[in-house]
């Protein structure tokens, strides 16, 4: 059994974090004046006029913080001591009076093999990291992720046996003036007519896997947008960045910008997505990744392409979306975007698209026809925020990314996206898409892309028994209790690992300490196979939320396996959310009764939001047979109506149809990759006939749900 303990946020936390807690934070004593250095006051009145005089059209214009420019480094600032077991440590307590969040920029970042860095507000209720020596990179910087409140601390620690001392400098502090995440009133204020992208997922085949690709994003630590993960034509997985290059120029108010020094300051958001449908709540928020590399941009159409410094995590579920650069496509058209740093949020409109110069200004517009024109949408408007979503065309194909627009709620209309046909290609790679996109082309006629997942062979699947039946708005907080372990039962098609896992859960107003444990899928023996104690932070959350908690060795499993929780600390009121009485008659919730599970072990059937990340195990081709080797391979989820298909290694496109035991042809789609999971949640329990076809071979099963 792994036992692990580790401080987990309800934050948000910067690129990729590698787990642990800082020190107590007073395990020395110091005075604030030592700690802490103070930000001078700014004139916010000013900075909210000198916001709202460069407001325009376009929907970049959500500012968030004011920055600072400091040199705050081990050399200069802070205080230092030694630990009992001679790790040396530095700690910067950073100040700014009204702040409702800070972020800072690591302008100088090289740290020893051993060494960590962790960001906190004062009560550690808030932790960041930890970030080692593999957040290291050419560009020796690191974008951090905002921490709440006015008061930050920088703690460092670097071993005594460490090969060399570390670097780092503090070269910008961002005070946040406005909530980049927006406050529950003002999402509801603000976005109200904006279904959140749960609402969509069961209605629309492919959805889900595009969801994955839109990023929520802070560049400069200063401004928001979104962007879009995109493939490319030589499926290389590079994890490409689609945006607008207004959201990187300061909207065009700055000349000559160095778009790789901005790049660089990049902090992406993941699956930032709220867990209902209704009402909207704060979704997943560490998942992030930073800094990123300029590829290319067309200022005259708005274009922008950059390339993330690595692939994502397969724990994130990432997804390269496809793209149309020939037309527009056809209807209906679905816009995802994270308004003013909200969740992320849908638009639907179902009329035909037309070309058109976008003008904003006498001083600025953009080419002839650059730009796609929607007159109204039928569901959903736009923001500020939303410049650099993407538009969808009814094959799931990114068609264009949105500049600006009017459309708010009550006058969802006219929006204005650049046309990736428009940007496909000039003289010079570094302002046009098809060097980028289709780089094996000799030509430049524009061309389709469909989508991709970068771990294709076997993709990570979240596995949920709340949304098994379709149910998004009808959970409560019930179930409670420091002395019981709730735990859910996940049926597997084969061996997997566990990443991780989702909780949706309110906090109480002191931390918890919650114990989450995977067992075998044995109910008549209790067989622990991971035992992770984290710490929920609590001390602004008021509302239901989505946290994620990632393995840092994910447990093996077979067939079936347990997960469930258990709260550590009497007296706190936490619960992960439930199903309500009434909402299902299907009971799959487990309590822990001795060396046994017991269903049914409380007055009502029920299911709580407790969703593992599995990846099922990669097949090993040597031990595959040469005839094998040349046939696809059908993985059956009957009990979440799922079905996965996988092609011999060599394969790239590929026609899937599912029929009934009748003939009846059920579902017919074309994928790209060794591989594709779909999910067939309205098929009823029987036996079907499943059939892919590649590279003039056919594979046909029958398969049982």
């Not at 040597?622 to 996988?646: M, N, Q």
Request: hydrophobic content about 35%.
């Amino acid at each position: 059994m792994q036992m692990l303990f580790f401080v987990f946020s309800t934050g948000l936390s910067a690129q990729v974090s590698h787990g642990g807690r800082p020190l107590p934070f007073n395990i020395v004593a110091s005075k604030a004046s030592d700690l802490f250095v103070t930000l001078p006051a700014f004139n916010l009145a000013e900075q909210l006029t000198i916001d709202s005089l460069n407001a325009s059209d376009l929907r970049s214009s959500y500012q968030f913080a004011y920055k600072f420019i400091t040199d705050y480094s081990i050399a200069n600032s802070g205080i230092r001591f030694t630990a009992a077991d001679g790790t040396r440590v530095w700690r910067l307590g950073i100040r700014s009076a009204g702040a409702l969040s800070l972020n800072v920029l690591f302008t100088r970042y090289h740290l020893p093999s051993g060494a960590r860095v962790f960001l906190y507000n004062p009560s550690q209720s808030e932790v960041l990291g930890a970030f080692t020596a593999e957040n290291n990179s050419e560009r020796a910087i690191l974008p951090v992720s905002p921490v709440e409140g006015s008061e930050l601390v920088i703690e460092y620690q670097e071993p005594a046996n460490a090969p060399f001392h570390g670097e780092l400098t503090v070269g910008e502090v961002n005070h946040g003036y406005r909530d980049f995440k927006a406050s529950l009133s003002g999402e509801i204020a603000a976005y109200t007519c904006m279904p959140a992208a749960l609402c969509f997922q069961d209605t629309t085949d492919g959805l889900d896997d595009i969801l994955h690709s839109v990023l929520l994003l802070i560049i400069d630590g200063t401004y928001l947008c979104t962007g879009t993960l995109i493939n490319n034509t030589a499926r290389n997985g590079y994890p490409y960045l689609l945006l607008a290059s207004h959201c990187l120029n300061g909207q065009f108010t700055i000349t000559n910008p160095d778009y790789e020094k901005i790049a660089g300051t990049i902090v992406a958001y993941f699956n930032y997505n709220s867990p209902l449908c209704s009402p909207v709540r704060k979704g997943t928020q560490n998942m992030t990744q930073a800094s990123a590399h300029f590829r290319a941009v067309n200022e005259k159409t708005d274009m922008a392409l950059l390339e993330l410094e690595a692939t994502p995590p397969i724990w994130y579920q990432p997804y390269y979306s496809g793209w149309n650069a020939v037309d527009k496509g056809k209807p209906p058209y679905t816009g995802i975007h994270h308004p003013g740093g909200s969740v992320k949020r849908i638009n639907v409109s179902n009329s035909e698209l037309t070309y058109t110069k976008y003008v904003i200004s006498e001083k600025l517009s953009f080419a002839d026809s650059a730009h796609l024109y929607v007159k109204s949408w039928d569901i959903g408007s736009t923001a500020g925020g939303s410049s650099g979503s993407p538009l969808f065309d009814s094959n799931l194909h990114v068609v264009g990314v949105l500049t600006g627009g009017n459309s708010v709620c009550g006058a969802p209309y006219s929006d204005f996206y650049y046309s990736l046909a428009r940007s496909w290609y000039t003289p010079s790679d570094s302002t046009s898409l098809k060097s980028w996109l289709n780089p094996l082309a000799t030509d430049s006629i524009p061309v389709v892309c469909d989508g991709m997942d970068p771990y294709t062979v076997s993709s990570a699947l979240r596995l949920s028994n709340v949304r098994e039946y379709g149910i998004t708005d009808s959970v409560e907080l019930r179930l409670a209790g420091s002395t019981k372990t709730y735990a859910e039962l996940y049926p597997i098609a084969g061996e997997a690992k566990v990443l991780g896992t989702y909780l949706v859960y309110q906090p109480d107003t002191l931390d918890a300490n919650v114990e989450v444990s995977v067992y075998s899928g044995d109910v008549n023996n209790v067989t622990t196979l991971l035992c992770d104690t984290i710490i929920l932070g609590s001390y602004w959350h008021k509302e239901i939320m989505e946290t994620f908690l990632p393995f840092p060795t994910p447990p093996k499993v077979n067939n079936s396996f347990i997960i469930g929780y258990r709260v550590l600390n009497g007296g706190v009121n936490f619960a992960v959310c439930n199903l309500k009485k009434g909402a299902t008659a299907n009971n799959t919730l487990l309590q822990r009764i001795g060396t046994k599970w017991a269903t049914g072990a409380t007055d009502f059937s029920s299911s709580i939001y407790l969703d593992p990340v599995i990846r099922y195990a990669v097949p090993v081709s040597s031990e595959e047979t040469p005839e094998s080797a040349d046939k696809a391979r059908f993985i059956v989820g009957a009990y979440h109506r799922t079905l996965g298909v996988v092609l011999p290694i060599n394969a790239r496109q590929a026609s899937f149809s599912m029929f009934s035991a009748d003939g009846r042809q059920l579902l017919n789609a074309h994928f790209s990759g060794t591989g594709k999971t779909f999910t067939l949640g309205t098929v009823r329990p029987g036996v079907y006939i499943v059939s892919v076809e590649f590279d003039g071979k056919r594979s046909s099963e029958k398969v049982l749900f």
